[in-house]
């Protein structure tokens, strides 16, 4: 490849190597890269904008992005009745005269059109992670927050603790609550509890990823092949105590200064607000200023 015989310098020898060089004299060939990357950059961040803003428009409205069937490309000409209302607000944008989104769903290779359930969760995941940092640069101006939180059943049957903070904008001058998460209790506190286990009687309980149920729904479907007996022993408890570490471990990873909480708020239940076992005592224990 190299030296006086190689293929390297015998390339640099030849005439079209030498027209290009001569013609190209003079242009940084990192600076064209770095040109033609903002481009394309440019151009997919036309792209994406659209459906971005068509998905916040869905959530703020409380509307449901997927239908009955929303496979395959979407069609501009036809109209499909099992379609969500994610692919026919992106047809009315296309109606309407947004001639980005129509060159874009006319001309996108079948596996870059940026329409599919995967890329929906995607985008909201990162909207969800551009509001919650919005919250927390909010909260961090304030220098002071409340915890709000509430536990509940849903329509599935599923115990969902509801997570708010109540605090001072300074910005608009006035009180703010925002919510930050809905949280299934029992499952965050089985997956916490068995991330690190070693216990016999889970042995031979195969998952992809380990040879313990790491979710409730795991554990449920392995305690069909148990005694009653060893399945009490593993069964998740929800008590005040574990509300309550399940509120300061979710603040902790969503980033809130735990110095900076300096209330509380429930309702009147007895595992939300009893002063020696609830979910006040248990987080008063960890935060000494509220």
Do not use: W
């Amino acid at each position: 490849m190299s030296g006086m015989t190689g293929d390297l310098h015998g390339h640099l020898n030849t005439e079209y190597h030498k027209f290009l060089q001569q013609e190209s004299k003079g242009t940084d060939i990192f600076k064209a890269v770095n040109v033609q990357h903002k481009r394309t950059a440019d151009e997919n961040r036309r792209r994406l904008i659209p459906m971005v803003k068509t998905m916040a428009f869905c959530g703020q409205h409380n509307i449901a992005l997927r239908g009955n069937d929303d496979s395959g490309p979407l069609n501009l000409e036809t109209f499909d009745v099992g379609e969500g209302n994610f692919r026919r607000l992106l047809r009315f944008r296309v109606d309407s005269g947004d001639l980005d989104l129509r060159e874009h769903i006319m001309n996108a290779p079948k596996n870059a059109c940026y329409t599919s359930a995967e890329i929906q969760n995607d985008s909201i995941h990162c909207i969800e992670a551009q509001l919650m940092d919005n919250v927390i640069a909010r909260v961090q101006k304030s220098g002071f927050y409340c915890i709000l939180a509430d536990e509940t059943t849903d329509i599935s049957g599923i115990e969902q603790l509801s997570l708010c903070v109540r605090y001072y904008d300074r910005e608009l001058n006035d009180v703010r609550e925002d919510f930050i998460a809905f949280i299934d209790v029992l499952d965050k506190q089985y997956s916490s509890k068995h991330e690190h286990s070693d216990s016999d009687e889970l042995e031979d309980f195969e998952v992809v990823e380990g040879t313990c149920p790491v979710t409730l729904d795991d554990y449920l479907s392995y305690c069909d092949g148990l005694t009653a007996e060893v399945a009490s022993s593993e069964e998740p408890t929800l008590t005040g105590e574990v509300i309550g570490k399940t509120i300061l471990k979710h603040l902790d990873e969503c980033n809130f200064s735990f110095n900076a909480a300096i209330a509380q708020g429930y309702d009147g239940a007895q595992v939300m607000s009893s002063c020696n076992v609830g979910t006040s005592a248990t987080i008063k224990k960890q935060l000494s200023v509220c």
